[in-house]
């Protein structure tokens, strides 16, 4: 594995086995995986995906996901995170924006592109020039690497808005009851959300509930709420003049030091705090 800080975290050609991969995770920077070759499941914001050679996940910030390898067969995979701030202003064409496929990535809900074969060398290849730009440390590698990097983000662009590719629909490894009650967490998340009241919901035992949640999904249910708690919260705070306490019950937090107890767990700061920074940083 190696691994590149500047101008962006760059995982190159990283096998990941069920013991390495990091449990679920969310992060405020944007996250691209190429799967070179091996097998696994990934499970993004409620859905969950088959991993396989020449496939492209997009993650935006603020989602969970999680990479599930196969134990015989594991992922091989080239992993970019970045932030939005690294990505060029649009000064020519004002129709299109290199985070258009975020954007598109979170309004479809799809997070997900199988490349063709003949498509593939492509992206392996810009992917080796930016590890060799950066690794070689020649004159300019920072600025040519993100220059391949943004080659990258438009040729995926190109190819989900030109639709050469149908996109791709989330596999069926999870069992039904799991698939609708994420779906239904995602929904109802002002409401309570107690063990016994989704286990209801999902005709099963609460037991049950408990232990297929977090066998199918590698996180436990009070952790999965919170952190979309968390995420919604982070959202409303950016986006809305809601007051602190409006926004802690649009999220389903029980009192205000309970939603401030969890924000601060999971932001290390304030819900003011984050405001705060936030606004400071759009000046």
């Given at each position: 594995m190696n691994v590149i800080v500047f101008p962006f975290s760059f995982v190159f050609q990283d096998q990941k086995s069920p013991q390495k991969e990091l449990s679920d995770h969310m992060h405020d920077y944007y996250e691209i995986v190429y799967v070179y070759s091996g097998k696994g499941t990934f499970f993004i914001g409620e859905f969950f995906y088959d991993m396989q050679s020449g496939d492209?996940?997009?993650i935006?910030?603020?989602?969970?996901?999680?990479?599930m390898p196969d134990q015989g067969d594991p992922i091989m995979s080239t992993i970019i995170f970045f932030s939005p701030t690294l990505i060029y202003n649009n000064f020519v064409d004002d129709s299109f924006s290199y985070l258009h496929l975020f954007d598109a990535t979170k309004k479809d809900k799809n997070y997900k592109i199988s490349l063709p074969p003949?498509?593939?060398p492509k992206i392996e290849e810009q992917l080796l020039r930016i590890y060799q730009e950066i690794t070689e440390n020649k004159l300019g590698s920072k600025h040519a690497s993100l220059l391949i990097f943004h080659q990258i983000m438009l040729d995926l662009c190109r190819i989900?808005?030109?639709?050469?590719q149908n996109m791709s629909e989330s596999t069926t490894y999870s069992l039904d009851w799991i698939r609708d009650i994420l779906a239904y967490i995602n929904d109802h998340l002002s409401e309570p959300l107690t063990?016994?009241?989704?286990a209801k919901q999902s005709l099963v035992s609460p037991s049950h509930f408990s232990r297929v949640f977090k066998e199918t999904t590698g996180i436990g249910l009070i952790v999965y709420v919170n952190t979309k708690r968390i995420i919604k919260a982070k959202e409303l705070l950016s986006e809305?003049?809601?007051t602190i306490s409006?926004?802690?019950e649009l999220c389903g937090f029980e009192s205000m030091p309970h939603f401030h107890r969890i924000f601060k767990k999971y932001m290390d700061r304030t819900p003011a705090n984050y405001r705060k920074e936030y606004r400071k940083s759009q000046i």
């Open positions: 492209v996940f997009l935006p910030n603020n989602t969970i996901h999680r990479a003949e498509k593939q989900r808005m030109n639709n050469e063990l016994t009241k989704l809305t003049n809601y409006h926004i802690a």
